[in-house]
């Protein structure tokens, strides 16, 4: 963080966010995208969720009434979290069409930000996108490592070979994001409707010999199961969880595709094909005698398919779950750059990936961290069954704070009155704590990983907001007004021709970097621009609303660029669409000049000492604002300073 990076944007009157922003082409084809892109996730569950359901919990009874309820519970599970709360309320809640934790707390916080619960709902959203962090580690391990481990059920001795074969294609998908996935991309549609046409034919043929299966759709089979087995059926849920999720990444991609479209890839085709294939698994334990479906329900998914098409769904599983996982890998990317822009990262290199897809982003810092730690993880826990007890408590815990933040939405936002939505938010909290809460049982047996993680990317998240927060309240108060500044300084130096450019971080006082070279340099140049960039809490700002610029008078300028925090920084194109500022600018005469604080830290109140170490360790290794902000190499002068916070 220094004084040159992008600030908050309250969102100035006039600068409006473009609605829809790119969607673009049919709903039915928007539809079949999303199937490619978003439901991989979700889509791979029946690899596993099934199976840890009954091998999670020993005590369960491999029976009608057990399998009945087990299934019953996932097809209730999938209606209420997946299809209710998010595909049917929380995909209202978009912010100009951009969904996940981050951009709803930006909605929130532009409706209820100056109330005393304010900072809470801020919290709850980082802590909810920390979570995430711990998902996209653990669901590439699991769900390759799953796909894979159906060559077991082909050939028993290829088990060796698991976990080198699970190892290389993961290693190959994070080396693949630096060239970009969009070529690799239009193949994700086809082949992902083929492996959920697969699934749901697969199951559909085991209900046609068991139609007895289907007495699951009643809620009353998941009822006895608690009235039965009580504290088993409650643990049980931590397997069951597994089936829905993906759902958070359902709301967070919403941007790219549109609801509506979602919506008809979700209800048109996705939950049909999984719940056909979850009632099939149940429908073949369900025909076994007792000893046999014992052995079967070790791997339920391949065992769906005949003998000789065993080894061509391992293969189609496989890619599966290279889709599923190259989308949470996107999303982690994605996620970062919106962390970034409102404030809670500092700034990382990023590189686009697509010359005419704005989201197609890398991030060579976040896809290395990753790499490293899916590869630890497959190392450490070696097979998917123990990956499933460190997987489901981030994603129950992300639910249950979009949850939380549903109950504020609907009081704070859409103005409902409270004895409406207490009694929805209480039952979707019932639904969504009962899940977190048995998931905690798993912390001992893994469950620990992700909430470590989450736990170290909150204390990172939240360290910068405060720092950097602290660090620009101390510079502003040391702060000398532009306009005493102009006329002051417009005598006692000497002009050169061209012009300067002073990155900002606000819109009030003089930028550190313009007095250091007038203390130093003792000159100024004819045009004389302080430029701040601000983010808007909305997604995308309109480029005619891009600009706001103020004569200072005596060569001295004001200018400020609105983005949206979905947006690229590109300053030197953000200049080309001034058309005043006292004319147009050339690169080849224009140089800018950045600030670099050196944080010291110091016994002032604000952080304890340990989080401003973290915070200077973070301001050390952000990247450049040249980088980040695409300027000219040749033409950027940085001048540094001092700030103790």
């Not at 046409?197 to 006895?224: E, F, K, R, S």
Request: with cysteine; charged share 15%.
């Amino acid at each position: 963080m220094n004084d040159t990076a992008p600030a908050q944007d309250p969102v100035p009157e006039g600068v409006a966010a473009k609605e829809g922003h790119g969607h673009s082409g049919s709903r039915t084809a928007l539809a079949v995208g999303a199937i490619g892109i978003v439901f991989g996730d979700i889509g791979t569950s029946p690899l596993y969720a099934f199976r840890e359901t009954f091998a999670g919990a020993a005590s369960i009874a491999i029976d009608r009434l057990h399998v009945l309820g087990v299934v019953s519970l996932i097809f209730w599970s999938m209606l209420i979290v997946v299809a209710i709360q998010y595909v049917t309320i929380l995909m209202r809640a978009d912010n100009k069409g951009q969904g996940g934790s981050l951009a709803l707390v930006a909605l929130l916080s532009r409706h209820i930000g100056k109330s005393s619960y304010g900072w809470l709902v801020v919290l709850l959203g980082v802590f909810a996108t920390s979570l995430f962090y711990g998902d996209s580690m653990i669901t590439p391990a699991i769900s390759v490592l799953s796909a894979v481990e159906g060559l077991t059920v082909v050939n028993p001795g290829l088990d060796a070979l698991v976990i080198p074969i699970a190892l290389v294609l993961l290693i190959f998908l994070f080396l693949l994001q630096s060239r970009g996935t969009a070529k690799v991309g239009a193949l994700f549609a086809p082949v992902m409707i083929v492996y959920f046409v697969t699934i749901a034919g697969l199951g559909l043929n085991q209900i046609i010999q068991n139609p007895d299966i289907l007495w699951a759709l009643n809620p009353y089979y998941a009822v006895m199961f608690f009235v039965t087995d009580g504290a088993v059926a409650f643990f049980a849920l931590g397997a069951v969880v597994l089936a829905v999720t993906g759902s958070e990444a359902l709301y967070s991609d919403m941007g790219h595709f549109g609801r509506g479209p979602m919506r008809l890839s979700w209800f048109g085709f996705v939950m049909p094909c999984l719940l056909l294939n979850y009632f099939g698994q149940g429908a073949m334990i369900a025909g076994l005698p007792p000893e046999q479906a014992v052995e079967v329900v070790r791997n339920p998914f391949f065992l769906l398919a005949s003998e000789e098409f065993r080894l061509p769904l391992v293969i189609l599983a496989t890619v599966a779950t290279f889709i599923a996982s190259q989308a949470v890998i996107s999303g982690a990317f994605s996620i970062t750059h919106q962390a970034m822009q409102l404030g809670f990262m500092p700034r990382l290199s990023i590189r686009h990936t697509s010359e005419t897809e704005a989201g197609q982003i890398y991030i060579p810092v976040v896809n290395w961290a990753l790499m490293v730690a899916v590869i630890i993880l497959v190392l450490t826990f070696q097979t998917s069954s123990n990956l499933a007890a460190a997987y489901g408590i981030a994603v129950t815990g992300a639910v249950t704070i979009d949850t939380l933040l549903m109950g504020v939405l609907f009081v704070g936002v859409w103005k409902w009155k409270w004895f409406i939505a207490l009694p929805v938010v209480a039952f979707f909290l019932i639904v969504d704590g009962a899940y977190f809460a048995a998931n905690l049982a798993k912390v001992p047996d893994g469950g620990w990983f992700p909430l470590v993680v989450g736990l170290v990317a909150f204390t990172l998240l939240t360290t910068w907001a405060r720092g950097r927060k602290l660090m620009r309240d101390r510079m502003s108060e040391t702060a000398l007004p532009i306009e005493i500044f102009a006329k002051s300084a417009k005598n006692s130096a000497t002009r050169v021709p061209g012009t300067a450019i002073f990155m900002a971080s606000q819109t009030a006082g003089v930028p550190s970097a313009l007095l250091h070279n007038i203390k130093h340099n003792k000159v100024l140049h004819e045009r004389v621009v302080i430029l701040t960039v601000l983010i808007a809490d909305t997604p995308y700002v309109d480029s005619d609303r891009r600009c706001e610029i103020h004569d200072l008078g005596d060569g001295f300028y004001r200018a400020v660029l609105h983005y949206g925090f979905m947006q690229e920084t590109n300053v030197p194109q953000g200049l080309k669409e001034m058309e005043r500022c006292g004319g147009e600018f050339d690169m080849m005469h224009t140089s800018f000049f950045l600030s670099r604080q050196t944080l010291l830290a110091s016994d002032k109140p604000g952080m304890p000492i340990w989080r401003e170490k973290i915070f200077a360790w973070m301001l050390r290794n952000a990247a450049t604002a040249m980088d980040f902000f695409r300027l000219p190499t040749n033409r950027v002068v940085e001048l540094g300073s001092q700030v103790e916070i």
